[in-house]
Structure formats: C-alpha cells, structure tokens
Nanobody
Framework: QVRLAESGGGLVQPGGSLRLSCAASGDIFDINTMAWYRQAPGKQRELVAS???????NYADFVKGRFTISRDNAKNTILLQMDSLKPEDTARYYC????????????????WGQGTQVTVSS
C-alpha cells in the first residue's frame, strides 16, 4: 500500500508563512491528482488546493492569492506554500491522492495521509 507522509506544519503568527510537504512512498505505477485538504475542530474537511499529474491546479476561494501548490512528478511529492496566513487557516492539513496503484494490474484506490497541524496565532 502506498503511504503519504506530510511535514512542515507548526505554529506561526498571523501574516506569516509555512510550507507543507507531502511525499508518496512505495511502489507507484499510476498516481493522479494530489491535493491538500484541511479540517478545523468541529468543521467538515474541506479542499484547499489540488494539482493534477499534468500540473493543472485548483484552489479554494479562501486561499486564492495566498497559497500555492506545486508538484514534482519524479519524486511523487507536492508542496503547499502558505503565505499571509490568517487565524482561520488554523486546522489539520491532510494530503490526499484520488487515484493511485502499484502496478498496471492492481486496482486504483485513493489514499490519505495522517495530517499535519497548522496553527496561526499571535
């Protein structure tokens, strides 16, 4: 089973920046859209940004102009550069891949990481 490992979370002051990283490990034959979601206490998990294998990106309105998602297909990694952070960005951030498989003969499945905590507070 492919696993996702996130890193880069932490505590930052409002207006500050953080960069999250997510790396997929294991045998990977196909990997499709990779994305970042977040979930704050008492709220539903929501999409932050996604990036397809062809590098097409999609952003939630609440992060447009502040966050940038990027991808390295050779390393099966994505980054989320978060600038101008606000207290309402405080949440646990999860990496997700919508379709992945280890060989051409195994089924596609989706996978989630364990998440990394981002706290924006003065």
């Amino acid at each position: 089973q492919v696993r996702l490992a996130e890193s880069g979370g932490g505590l930052v002051q409002p207006g500050g920046s953080l960069r999250l990283s997510c790396a997929a490990s294991g045998d990977i034959f196909d990997i499709n859209t990779m994305a970042w979601y977040r979930q704050a206490p008492g709220k539903q998990r929501e999409l932050v940004a996604s990036i397809a294998f062809n590098y097409n990106t999609n952003y939630a309105d609440f992060v447009k102009g502040r966050f940038t998602i990027s991808r390295d297909n050779a390393k099966n990694t994505i980054l989320l550069q978060m600038d101008s952070l606000k207290p309402e960005d405080t949440a646990r951030y999860y990496c997700h891949v919508d379709r992945i498989r280890e060989t051409s003969k195994t089924p596609l499945y989706d996978v989630w990481g364990q998440g990394t905590q981002v706290t924006v507070s003065s």
